[in-house]
């Protein structure tokens, strides 16, 4: 039995398959293709915690599906051992380690396996050399997995649903009661449809191509896509402490990616999704909390008030900009443009040679002295523009910092 994952090159030397993209279909929600090697059509759905497969199979007395922990997108290794157990005919249960700590998963099947067992990839065994191990029911390791087989009937369809958690998995047992308590497929795709269907349709545009629009609401889902939650039905999360906590009454996101975001994707997500946006902040806060940081990075007030006075504050704000700017390993690749500890980045688009200073600014042909704007006046909508020079304006935008968001 091929356990590896071959190249695609030489497809034929792992469990690799070939595939048409004339084959695949692809919707928020939604994922199918054809493997050409195996006559298997594959079908994905989700919810916000699981997800659902639909194999359809050919005739066959040796229908295989394989897990394999071992495998990942990207060669960073994982920091512990992974663990997958075969707990009955129908149920796998187990753990994948990751270098950020590990995802535990609960998986069942529309029906019983008659044949089974585990591989481990990087072990052999001195008696035959072998790495896979029939009708073993556990198995520990980094590169490690099991199979299941059945005996399938032309076009007949195997169901498998997993469920994910960072907590444990008891916690990936009740995500899968609670999102898929049984096998139907088209439900669950129906549902997502009409989540995605409802996300999307916050935004009509006209007058344009549908080529532009295509790409408009595929950014949007992608906007949309890239926070994802990290508690459990219950609530539970896995704090930055390394401490198992509770989000009540909101949805806990664990990962922020902060690259320039602040620029474009959460001020778009502030419009489009306030209610994502308020879990977010709780999350962020949550996170604070657990970890013991300071008041939200850009509550300027809150800094201050923390300094105690603005001359308190404004000179520890200095001192950031003299520091050294030597950062200790290991460096990251994207540390670029320091000025003491801040690092600019060397992007182009941020470098002007003349005319960078704000000298005044109107809101709606109303004048605009400060260099904050609310998320009222964003809602509203209008025309802020700047009158900008060669020389700083220090009188502009220096009457009041934004209000505090701390308590």
Request: a neutral charge.
């Amino acid at each position: 039995m091929k356990i590896i994952l071959s190249t695609i090159e030489k497809p034929e030397e792992g469990y690799r398959s070939r595939f048409d993209h004339k084959d695949e279909v692809a919707s928020p929600g939604y994922y199918s293709v054809y493997l050409k090697d195996n006559q298997v059509k594959v079908e994905l759905t989700a919810t916000q915690r699981a997800a659902m497969h639909r194999y359809t199979f050919p005739a066959t007395l040796n229908a295989r599906i394989i897990l394999d922990i071992g495998h990942q997108i990207g060669s960073t290794p994982s920091t512990g051992l992974s663990r997958v157990d075969i707990v009955n005919d129908h149920q796998i249960e187990g753990c994948k380690s990751t270098v950020r700590g590990n995802i535990y998963f609960a998986v069942e099947f529309s029906k019983p396996f008659e044949y089974y067992g585990t591989f481990d990839a990087t072990y052999k065994t001195p008696e035959s050399g072998g790495s896979v191990f029939p009708y073993k029911n556990s198995e520990i390791g980094d590169k490690i997995g099991a199979f299941v087989t059945f005996q399938t009937s032309s076009k007949e369809q195997i169901l498998v649903k997993i469920a994910l958690s960072y907590i444990d998995v008891e916690g990936a047992r009740k995500n899968l009661k609670r999102e898929m308590p049984d096998f139907n497929f088209d439900q669950i795709r129906d549902d997502a449809d009409k989540i995605w269907n409802k996300e999307l349709s916050k935004i009509e545009i006209s007058g344009t191509t549908e080529k532009k629009m295509e790409i408009f609401y595929t950014s949007v889902y992608h906007s949309l896509l890239a926070q994802y939650i990290s508690q459990d039905v219950d609530g539970r999360y896995f704090g930055m402490d390394g401490k198992v906590h509770k989000a009540e009454e909101y949805d806990f996101y664990g990962s922020f990616s902060c690259w320039d975001t602040y620029r474009s994707q959460h001020p778009f997500l502030t419009l489009v999704a306030p209610e994502h946006v308020n879990d977010f902040v709780k999350s962020i806060v949550a996170k604070a909390k657990d970890f013991g940081w300071l008041p939200a990075q850009h509550d300027v007030k809150g800094l201050i008030d923390l300094f105690g006075s603005n001359k308190k504050f404004n000179e520890k704000l200095d001192q950031f900009f003299t520091m050294d700017p030597n950062i200790s390993p290991p460096k990251y690749v994207g540390v670029v443009g320091t000025i003491g500890q801040y690092v600019h980045g060397n992007q182009p688009s941020h470098h002007t040679s003349e005319n960078k200073y704000i000298q005044s600014a109107t809101l709606n042909g109303s004048n605009f002295n400060r260099p904050w704007i609310t998320h009222e006046e964003i809602v509203k909508g209008g025309s802020l523009v700047f009158e900008m020079g060669a020389e700083p304006n220090k009188k502009w935008g220096n009457l009041s910092p934004p209000p505090s968001m701390s308590k």
